[in-house]
C-alpha cells in the first residue's frame, strides 16, 4: 500500500514536499514514480526514481523545479517541489513498478497512492 502525504495550498512562488509511505518490506524492489491529475485532464507524468535512486527522470514541465528522491531505509519517497506556479494545482499520486527502472506511463505502475491535492494560489 502506498500513503501520499504533504499537499495544502501554497502561494505562487512557494514550495511543498510530497511524501509517499510504502507498506511491505520489498520497497527497494520497487521504482516510483509521481503524476498529477488536474480537474478535466488526464492524469500525466511529473518524477521517476529508480530502485536504488541512482537515476531520476522529470516531466519537461518541472524539470529545474521539483526533485524526486527516495529513502529505502524508510520505505519512502519524496516530491520536493520548489518554485510552484498556479499550473501545478492538481491531485499529486505516487505509484510504484516492481522492476528497477522508471516509467513516465501510468499504465506502467501497478500499484498507487490514494493522491494529496496540492493547490497552488497566484
Known amino acids: 500500500q502506498l500513503q501520499a502525504s504533504g499537499g495544502g495550498l501554497v502561494q505562487a512562488g512557494g514550495s511543498l514536499r510530497l511524501s509517499c509511505a510504502a507498506s511491505?518490506?520489498?520497497?527497494?524492489?520497487?521504482?516510483m514514480g509521481w503524476f498529477r491529475q488536474a480537474p478535466g485532464k488526464e492524469r500525466e507524468f511529473v518524477a521517476t526514481?529508480?530502485?536504488?535512486?541512482?537515476?531520476?527522470y522529470y516531466a519537461d514541465s518541472v524539470k529545474g523545479r521539483f526533485t524526486i528522491s527516495r529513502d529505502n531505509a524508510k520505505n519512502t519517497v519524496y516530491l520536493q517541489m520548489n518554485s510552484l506556479k498556479p499550473e501545478d494545482t492538481a491531485v499529486y499520486y505516487c505509484?510504484?513498478?516492481?522492476?528497477?527502472?522508471?516509467?513516465?506511463?501510468?499504465?506502467?505502475?501497478?500499484?498507487w497512492g490514494q493522491g494529496t491535492l496540492v493547490t497552488v494560489s497566484s
Open positions: 505509484a510504484a513498478r516492481r522492476v528497477r527502472g522508471g516509467a513516465t506511463s501510468p499504465s506502467d505502475y501497478a500499484y
Open positions: 511491505g518490506r520489498t520497497f527497494s524492489a520497487y521504482a
Open positions: 526514481i529508480t530502485w536504488s535512486g541512482g537515476s531520476t
